[in-house]
Nanobody, 121 residues
Framework: VQLQASGGGLVQPGGSLRLSCAAS????????LGWFRQAPGKEREFVAA????????QYSDSVKGRFTISRDNAKITGYLQMTSLKVEDTAVYHC???????????????WGQGTLVTVSS
């Protein structure tokens, strides 16, 4: 499975961004797409996850109500719509593929390269 994350950039506090994660390769059996982020000097943190089948979603408390995870099964692409962005959302955002949704990074088997989101005025 190959994952390509994109859509990061510089945005002011209160602004919005949409990240994309395009999946390719042998994706059959990997039913979960997760988004994680890692800020400098901090551990990788769970953001959101979704199941390709059924679309069940899961969010961290820090982003619930501000971020929305979705997927387009036909395009095998996942999205993370981020609104009301805060300075503390600044991080490298990674998408990951796993067999089940989880908040734990080590339960995802494949990772994209990450895309940098900087929230600053």
């Amino acid at each position: 499975v190959q994952l390509q994350a994109s859509g990061g950039g510089l945005v002011q506090p209160g602004g919005s961004l949409r990240l994309s994660c395009a999946a390719s390769g042998r994706t059959f059996g990997y039913d979960a797409l997760g988004w994680f982020r890692q800020a400098p000097g901090k551990e990788r943190e769970f953001v959101a996850a979704i199941r390709w089948s059924g679309g069940i979603t899961q969010y961290s408390d820090s982003v619930k109500g501000r971020f929305t995870i979705s997927r387009d099964n036909a395009k095998i692409t996942g999205y993370l719509q981020m609104t009301s962005l805060k300075v503390e959302d600044t991080a490298v955002y990674h998408c990951a593929a796993g067999k089940y949704t989880s908040i734990y990074p080590n339960e995802y088997e494949y990772w994209g390269q990450g895309t940098l989101v900087t929230v600053s005025s």
